[in-house]
């Protein structure tokens, strides 16, 4: 499966973004969809996922009660709904595609997007 993130752009702390992560080659209904984000000079750090139902999200402590994870299996697009947005929000937000349930590490997904660059300015 390919995936492909995009929606990133230069927002002002407090603003907001919707990143859209769609898949081809295969659909995206039977895997389990994560977000993950790399800020220059730091690992790569679990930001969101989402099971294939669309039921079960877990999310980082950093970014609870303002991202929202969801997904469309018709249109096989996964999004992240970024609000409140704080300047150490800024990175690379990549998207991925795995099995294991409510994965937080980046060695649990299979299949990775380019990543789509995220800055917020104070």
């Known amino acids: 499966v390919q995936l492909q993130a995009s929606g990133g752009g230069l927002v002002q702390a407090g603003g907001s973004l919707r990143l859209s992560c769609a898949a081809s080659?295969?659909?995206?209904?039977?895997?389990?969809v994560g977000w993950f984000r790399q800020a220059p000079g730091k690992e790569r750090e679990f930001v969101a996922t989402?099971?294939?139902?669309?039921?079960?999200?877990a999310y980082a402590d950093s970014v609870k009660g303002r991202f929202t994870i969801s997904r469309d299996n018709a249109k096989n697009t996964v999004y992240l709904q970024m609000n409140s947005l704080k300047p150490e929000d800024t990175a690379v937000y990549y998207c991925?595609?795995?099995?294991?349930?409510?994965?937080?590490?980046?060695?649990?997904?299979?299949?990775w997007g380019q990543g789509t660059q995220v800055t917020v300015s104070s």
């Open positions: 989402i099971r294939w139902s669309g039921v079960s999200t």
């Open positions: 080659g295969r659909t995206i209904s039977t895997y389990v």
């Open positions: 991925a595609a795995g099995t294991t349930l409510l994965a937080r590490h980046t060695d649990e997904y299979n299949y």
